[in-house]
């Protein structure tokens, strides 16, 4: 399971070996100052849009990689059961993020807390 870090400028998305293989990318780096919302989800499997593109994505069971939508690409680590944290971005290549976490609420005040 993936480990979300932070520094004062920076939030770090550290994958496991097997994520980056099934996501077909490394650990995701986002500088605070990228993040212009933080919203919690019910259920981050449902929560993933768009068309996978590269990733792996098992259907009811995990999703782990980059999804295309009409806003952007979004990157998407979520497993069955696990509400989530969505973070919209704005200046980096990626239009979003979408966090599975089995403490989500935790997890959004943190990032909210660190901008």
Same mark, same amino acid.
């Given at each position: ?31 605070? #100052?990228?993040?212009? %919302?933080?919203? $919690? *989800?019910?259920?981050?499997?449902? /929560? @993933?849009?768009? +068309?996978?593109?590269? =990733? ?12 295309? #939508?009409?806003?952007? %690409?979004?990157? $998407? *680590?979520?497993?069955?059961?696990? /509400? @989530?944290?969505? +973070?919209?971005?704005? =200046? ?24």
């Amino acid at each position: 399971m993936s480990v979300v870090s932070m520094t004062e400028a920076a939030l770090t998305i550290e994958l496991t070996a097997a994520e980056k293989v099934a996501g077909l990318r490394g650990d995701v780096t986002i500088p605070l #100052t990228a993040i212009t %919302a933080v919203e $919690v *989800v019910p259920d981050a499997l449902a /929560a @993933g849009r768009g +068309l996978r593109a590269p =990733g792996l994505a098992v259907p009811g069971l995990r999703k782990i990689g980059t999804w295309r #939508t009409w806003d952007g %690409a979004e990157f $998407v *680590v979520a497993g069955r059961g696990q /509400a @989530g944290v969505r +973070l919209t971005l704005t =200046g980096h290549r990626l239009a979003s993020v979408l966090l599975g976490d089995d403490d989500a609420e935790s997890l959004a005040e943190r990032i909210r807390a660190a901008r």
